[in-house]
């Protein structure tokens, strides 16, 4: 595995901490590219690799690309894009794609990366930036399995756990539902402290007692004293937020369930995108159940 060529196709702070890590374990990444030219050059300077200017020349670079990219439009862009795209000279090659998206486009590249003679993963992660530095992601995976088990040792250093669910977009449905759950607990975390604050309680003593109480919550350690405090540093954006817990309701809507409580999150989120707070981390939320603060 170690002889395999890596690159990465979107390095933002996720992707370009997962290419560090997987440099610092011994992989050679010969390959990254970004639409932000700058960065990208700068990241390949720092691993000594190539920042492609096209798409195809990163897959003429690498046996396995890594795409990191924001949503369902950017995913067709590089793989269905007009001229250049990655699906370009592809046989023979792994695309392993990361980012949380629909099941349904990675079902769509799966079956488009199988007639140019390729394989797919869907590799979402479920960590946060300092985890893919540390190489302590927890990744859930789908799609070919034969690739999986050849990437295995690769997918190992990246990762603490790991889980294969099965065919393609099985993996993509599991973290909408885990990004689904999380945003939920977050909006839900915030009204509570919201609340309390009102009713003039020490905030303090109202995280501690929810913390040995039902009302305990894994956001309740991560977003607790953040959205206290007012320091929403983004790990996790309100507008990706959104866009995850969108991406549950529509599958919700496509089975005919009706999921109350995920359509409340969605309708947060959407109105901290419209109130210019998208680019906080999703602990912003509390900004709008605070009595005065925002609007």
């Given at each position: 595995?170690?002889?395999?060529?890596?690159?990465?196709?979107?390095?933002?702070?996720?992707?370009?901490?997962?290419?560090?890590?997987?440099?610092?374990?011994?992989?050679?990444?010969?390959?990254?590219?970004?639409?932000?030219?700058?960065?990208?050059?700068?990241?390949?300077?720092?691993?000594?690799?190539?920042?492609?200017?096209?798409?195809?020349?990163?897959?003429?670079?690498?046996?396995?690309?890594?795409?990191?990219?924001?949503?369902?439009?950017?995913?067709?862009?590089?793989?269905?894009?007009?001229?250049?795209?990655?699906?370009?000279?592809?046989?023979?090659?792994?695309?392993?794609?990361?980012?949380?998206?629909?099941?349904?486009?990675?079902?769509?590249?799966?079956?488009?990366?199988?007639?140019?003679?390729?394989?797919?993963?869907?590799?979402?992660?479920?960590?946060?930036?300092?985890?893919?530095?540390?190489?302590?992601?927890?990744?859930?995976?789908?799609?070919?399995?034969?690739?999986?088990?050849?990437?295995?040792?690769?997918?190992?250093?990246?990762?603490?756990?790991?889980?294969?669910?099965?065919?393609?977009?099985?993996?993509?449905?599991?973290?909408?539902?885990?990004?689904?759950?999380?945003?939920?607990?977050?909006?839900?975390?915030?009204?509570?402290?919201?609340?309390?604050?009102?009713?003039?309680?020490?905030?303090?003593?109202?995280?501690?007692?929810?913390?040995?109480?039902?009302?305990?919550?894994?956001?309740?350690?991560?977003?607790?004293?953040?959205?206290?405090?007012?320091?929403?540093?983004?790990?996790?954006?309100?507008?990706?937020?959104?866009?995850?817990?969108?991406?549950?309701?529509?599958?919700?809507?496509?089975?005919?369930l009706t999921l109350p409580l995920n359509e409340a999150t969605v309708g947060q989120y959407q109105l901290m995108v419209e109130e210019g707070l998208g680019a906080l981390d999703k602990s912003g939320v509390a900004e709008l159940t605070f009595k005065g603060r925002h609007g």
């Open positions: 595995m170690s002889s395999q060529k890596i690159a990465f196709v979107g390095i933002g702070r996720m992707g370009a901490n997962m290419a560090r890590r997987v440099q610092d374990c011994g992989f050679q990444v010969t390959a990254v590219y970004d639409v932000n030219r700058h960065a990208a050059q700068a990241l390949a300077d720092e691993l000594r690799s190539t920042a492609c200017e096209t798409l195809s020349a990163v897959t003429a670079a690498a046996d396995v690309i890594f795409t990191v990219v924001t949503n369902d439009e950017a995913m067709r862009t590089i793989f269905f894009g007009e001229g250049d795209k990655l699906l370009q000279g592809a046989s023979g090659k792994i695309f392993v794609n990361c980012a949380t998206l629909s099941p349904a486009i990675h079902r769509e590249v799966s079956a488009a990366a199988a007639k140019a003679g390729a394989r797919t993963l869907e590799a979402c992660m479920a960590s946060s930036i300092s985890h893919a530095r540390e190489g302590k992601l927890y990744l859930m995976l789908a799609g070919d399995e034969p690739a999986y088990n050849e990437l295995l040792p690769l997918i190992e250093q990246m990762s603490v756990n790991r889980r294969f669910i099965g065919a393609p977009g099985r993996a993509a449905e599991v973290k909408a539902l885990v990004n689904m759950v999380m945003n939920i607990n977050t909006a839900g975390l915030a009204e509570g402290l919201g609340l309390a604050d009102a009713l003039g309680h020490d905030l303090g003593m109202i995280r501690e007692v929810f913390s040995q109480t039902g009302a305990n919550s894994r956001v309740l350690e991560t977003d607790g004293a953040d959205m206290v405090a007012r320091e929403h540093d983004c790990w996790f954006s309100a507008e990706h937020a959104a866009k995850d817990s969108g991406i549950a309701a529509q599958l919700a809507k496509e089975v005919e």
